[in-house]
């Protein structure tokens, strides 16, 4: 099963050759908070220059201390890699290439309730990374390009070790199935647009299994029946080179398990909740889930403005659904990650089907376009 770390490998791996021409560099802090976890992240420009840096690169925190994104890579001593309970955020398109200017002398901090957003075994020994940044001269072009985790700059790593008891768990957002009072419940017009994009939603979903179930048959070689898959450009694009369906692999599994599961939980999907706060709403959110608390999808303001779809490259309300549906980790399967939204573009989880398929069957964008397939490619 792919974890988190494993998405910032490539990341880390490119990034070493750029690290001695970084302007902004971060800083690690642990604060001694009882009864939390708490670090602080501090970007400071010690260059000569204004560096802008992604909006979505910075962790972000909500009045409720919750992650709007899965800002931290974090491994225990042992190899255990504690469950987000934070929110997986879906934001429109443009959000995703928003940046914000550093100037020379200036720094910008980010307190993170570590034990707020992910389940923490008391007395563990953790190992805490916030995710890597993307930077450029504001002199240079700042455009998003297929290779931008190129310019990635390497985070410190900090350990910890949570209190060996006292932790509070995290507040899920479920409760024996039921919605709990602080959901925010959706007018009747909100309510049937939901139910109308989940209808498009759900059929996407249909049509990508039978598509995908399509593409695998078997034929007699030499007496012998052997399995066949028809590699064809729409899953090469999302998912990269399939190779020989004889042979295991995990990732061929994953992704199949993944697609016929995003249909499945269609008719799992909770009444949909309109709990959006104030500044999620400035912030554009589409809609928010809590992985960890199949399966109620929030859905904020910004949703309602999209175009229903499917077949939008600029996003829908049925892509949303769909993508938002991918997160949930239940028992039909863990769920997918947006890999700290780096690769969210299509040309960017393109690059990623070629160069790490193993990321991209992880990655909440390559099956909702895969599933979307708004390029007709067939």
């Known amino acids: 099963m792919i974890n988190r770390k494993t998405a910032s490998f490539i990341v880390v791996l490119l990034a070493q050759s750029f690290v001695a021409n970084a302007n902004v560099v971060a800083t690690l802090?642990?604060?001694n908070m009882p009864g939390n976890v708490t670090i602080t992240v501090t970007y400071s420009n010690g260059g000569t220059s204004?560096?802008?840096?992604?909006?979505?690169?910075?962790p972000k925190t909500g009045e409720d201390g919750k992650l709007r994104g899965d800002a931290l890579h974090i491994r225990g001593i042992d190899g255990s890699i504690p469950p987000y309970t934070g929110y997986r955020v879906s934001y429109p398109r443009a959000a995703l290439t928003q940046r914000l200017v550093i100037r020379p002398g200036e720094f910008l901090t980010r307190t993170i309730i570590v034990s707020k957003n992910y389940d923490l075994h008391a007395g563990m020994t953790y190992d805490i990374t916030p995710r890597s940044f993307r930077q450029s001269d504001t002199d240079a072009a700042p455009g998003r390009s297929g290779r931008l985790h190129d310019t990635d700059t390497i985070v410190p790593t900090l350990r910890i070790t949570a209190p060996s008891g006292g932790i509070p768990k995290p507040a899920?957002?479920?409760?024996?199935?039921?919605?709990?009072?602080?959901?925010?419940a959706c007018t009747i017009e909100q309510f049937l647009t939901v139910t109308n994009a989940q209808a498009v939603s759900l059929k996407m979903a249909v049509d990508a299994y039978s598509y995908l179930s399509s593409l695998y048959t078997e034929k007699v070689v030499n007496g012998e029946i052997r399995k066949v898959f028809n590699q064809t450009p729409r899953y090469a694009s999302w998912f990269g080179n399939h190779g020989d369906p004889n042979d295991p692999n995990p990732v061929n599994a994953r992704i199949r398990t993944l697609v016929e599961v995003a249909a499945s939980r269609h008719s799992k999907v909770s009444l949909p909740s309109c709990e959006c706060s104030?500044?999620?709403?400035n912030d554009g959110v589409i809609a928010w889930v809590v992985a960890t608390s199949p399966h109620?999808?929030?859905y904020c303001p910004a949703f309602f403005k999209l175009p229903v779809g499917p077949n939008v490259a600029t996003g829908s309300q049925a892509a949303t659904i769909y993508h938002e549906i991918t997160h949930f980790t239940d028992a039909l399967a863990k769920g997918t990650s947006d890999l700290d939204e780096k690769f969210a573009s299509p040309p960017e989880a393109r690059y990623l089907a070629t160069s790490a398929r193993d990321l991209a069957a992880d990655h909440a964008y390559s099956f909702e376009y895969f599933a979307d397939n708004f390029a007709n490619e067939e």
């Open 29 to 31: 802090e642990h604060q």
């Open 50 to 58: 204004p560096v802008s840096i992604p909006v979505v690169d910075i």
């Open 172 to 184: 899920p957002n479920v409760q024996d199935g039921e919605r709990i009072p602080t959901e925010t």
């Open 278 to 281: 104030e500044q999620d709403q």
């Open 296 to 298: 109620v999808i929030n």
